[in-house]
């Protein structure tokens, strides 16, 4: 029996709906002795919706890095991540989507440097400082670091001008502060945390 990791995408979203959360991805690593099942999960958002409500009402966003608004945060607690993976796990078992007894299921948040999964994702996090690799190069470089500031029909744009970027001389790009990158040409791309 073959792992199919569409249907345990779509069996972890469902139980995770009757939690209140999304999720985010589901990475599968099997080695010779050691094979894990990583669930990364966030609220909702409506639930994260809420958690801003709250927190905006009760004025505790102050702790937070600039520029990040708690509504684009996971939200996760250790708590959320134990119920979760309980059900999951026994849906799991029951349903045998993973052949074989031997394996370690693990539920997380997907971090401050998560990973971006299309559109979606990139309006959800526009303004924050992101890290990405593309499969072609763009104006010969595969390496980006800077300021998501649009998302586009079918593309984003980086403003470079926010970091420093490294190999590159001040003389040469001072005019070229921003980027377009096409979202078919994105390799993978993560946030990048500010403190």
């Not at 985010?24 to 409500?53: C, D, M, P, T, W």
């Not at 959800?124 to 104006?139: D, H, I, M, P, Y």
């Not at 001040?170 to 078919?184: L, M, P, Q, W």
Request: a negative charge.
């Amino acid at each position: 029996m073959a792992l199919n990791l569409d249907q345990i995408r779509a069996t972890a979203q469902r139980v995770a709906a009757s939690h209140g959360l999304d999720v985010v991805e589901i990475e599968y690593q099997s080695g010779s002795k050691h094979r894990v099942l990583r669930v990364f999960i966030e609220k909702n958002a409506e639930k994260r919706a809420n958690l801003a409500e709250a927190a905006k009402a009760e004025e505790t966003m102050s702790g937070l890095p600039s520029g990040v608004e708690i509504d684009q945060l996971a939200g996760i607690t250790h708590e959320d991540c134990q119920q979760f993976s309980q059900d999951f796990g026994t849906v799991l078992d029951v349903e045998e989507l993973v052949p074989g007894a031997d394996y370690t299921l693990e539920v997380s948040s997907p971090g401050l440097d998560r990973k971006l999964y299309g559109e979606q994702d990139y309006r959800r996090f526009a303004g924050s400082l992101v890290k990405l690799q593309t499969f072609e190069a763009v104006t010969s470089n595969r390496h980006w670091h800077g300021r998501l500031t649009q998302v586009k029909g079918h593309s984003i744009v980086l403003d470079l001008s926010a970091v420093k970027q490294k190999g590159k001389s001040k003389k040469k790009d001072a005019a070229n502060t921003t980027v377009e990158i096409e979202f078919s040409n994105i390799e993978r791309a993560n946030l990048v945390p500010e403190f």
